[in-house]
Structure formats: structure tokens, C-alpha cells
Nanobody
Framework: QLRLVESGGGLVQLGGSLRLSCAGSGFTLDDYTVGWFRQAPGKEREGVSC???????TYADSVKGRFTISRDNAKNTRYLQMNSLKPEDTAIYYCAASPGYGLGSRYDYWGQGTQVTVSS
């Protein structure tokens, strides 16, 4: 069974940091681009960042300079380090895997999501 499991969400104050994890099971993430997406209440889902199998990275303008995506192949896990968090970063964060590249490509596998809440 192919699964992605996110963890690391929580409640943090303005300016704080969180690190989200996305662990793959049943398949190797090395063969996929892994992306992070978020959806706030009443808003459409948006792409945040992705990392390719060759470690190329992409970031949404809203998170550039604050978020960093990384990988640990040995653990079959991808991370999203989020610094200088703002209330507008509050959302459910999902990781997903795509055979293509980029935040606009087709993502075939999705995790269940983890809530991030930033208080002011």
C-alpha cells in the first residue's frame, strides 16, 4: 500500500518555526517529485514548494526566504522547514508525490494533511 504520512504541524506564535515531515511507505520517494501544498479555510489549495528526484527545488513567492524543502533518502522522507511564520501561513499542509516536476504537475499520491496554526 502506497502512503504518505505528514507530521510536525501544530500551534506556533508569529515569527516561530515548525518542521513538517512527509514519510513515504510502500514506494520510494526518490522516483518522484514531492510537493507541499496548503489549504486555508475558504481558500483554494495552493502549492508551497516541491523538490525533484534530482533535488531541484521550487518555492511559491509567498514563502521564499522563509521555507526550505529538503530530503533524507535513507529515511524516505521529505521535510519542509518553516521559519518566520505568519498568521497567513495558517492552513492544512499536505505532501504529495508526482512523477513529473513542478507545483503544477499531476500529483498521484497525497497524505492526510497536518494542521499548522500561527497565532498573532
Amino acid at each position: 500500500q502506497l502512503r504518505l504520512v505528514e507530521s510536525g504541524g501544530g500551534l506556533v506564535q508569529l515569527g516561530g518555526s515548525l518542521r513538517l515531515s512527509c514519510a513515504g511507505s510502500g514506494f520510494t520517494l526518490d522516483d518522484y517529485t514531492v510537493g507541499w501544498f496548503r489549504q486555508a479555510p475558504g481558500k483554494e489549495r495552493e502549492g508551497v514548494s516541491c523538490i525533484s528526484s534530482a533535488s531541484s527545488t521550487t518555492y511559491a513567492d509567498s514563502v521564499k526566504g522563509r521555507f526550505t524543502i529538503s530530503r533524507d533518502n535513507a529515511k524516505n522522507t521529505r521535510y519542509l522547514q518553516m521559519n518566520s511564520l505568519k498568521p497567513e501561513d495558517t492552513a492544512i499542509y499536505y505532501c504529495a508525490a508526482s512523477p513529473g516536476y513542478g507545483l503544477g504537475s499531476r500529483y498521484d499520491y497525497w497524505g492526510q494533511g497536518t494542521q499548522v496554526t500561527v497565532s498573532s
